[in-house]
């Protein structure tokens, strides 16, 4: 692992840390899944042979994703996202496309803030929410 970046932050997941790493690291470029740590025996969150954690990059940056069990105080909301700069327009609609293809939704209107929701995975849980903005955009309002 790149220990470049001392600090990652770890998402927790109730069941499906894998198949969530997995369906971000296919939408962004310079992603992949660095390590993936299973059980040898059987834990509160799971039994022997599940995956625990899975730390991965997603455009230089390293996350951790946890399968910590069904937690009713673990769970994503918008008061923590994942803010994406984005070179143009074209990049920002690529990436919209693909985040909310599968069950993910629009959570503010005239605002490209969304829900992505991971399609293997059957529950609320696994949806994370991801702000999109072009380099250009960000520009023109940091001039005013």
């Known amino acids: 692992m790149n220990t470049q970046h001392k600090i990652a932050a770890c998402l927790w997941f109730e069941k499906d840390a894998a198949e969530a790493a997995r369906f971000y690291v296919a939408i962004f470029p310079d992603a992949y899944i660095v390590h993936q740590a299973t059980s040898t025996v059987d834990w509160p969150g799971g039994k022997a042979g599940d995956v625990i954690v899975v730390d991965f990059v997603l455009a230089g940056q390293r996350y951790q994703a946890l399968n910590g ?38 959570i503010m209107s005239n605002s490209r803030w969304c829900k992505a929701s991971v399609p293997a995975a059957q529950q609320s849980s696994i949806t994370m929410t991801l702000k999109l903005s072009s380099a250009r955009l960000r520009t023109v309002e940091e001039t005013h």
Not at 83 to 106: K, M
């Open 69 to 106: 069990g069904a937690n009713e105080n673990a769970t994503f909301n918008e008061s923590v996202s994942l803010s994406v700069t984005c070179e143009d327009q074209a990049e920002v609609d690529r990436y919209w496309d693909a985040l909310i293809a599968d069950g993910g939704e629009p």
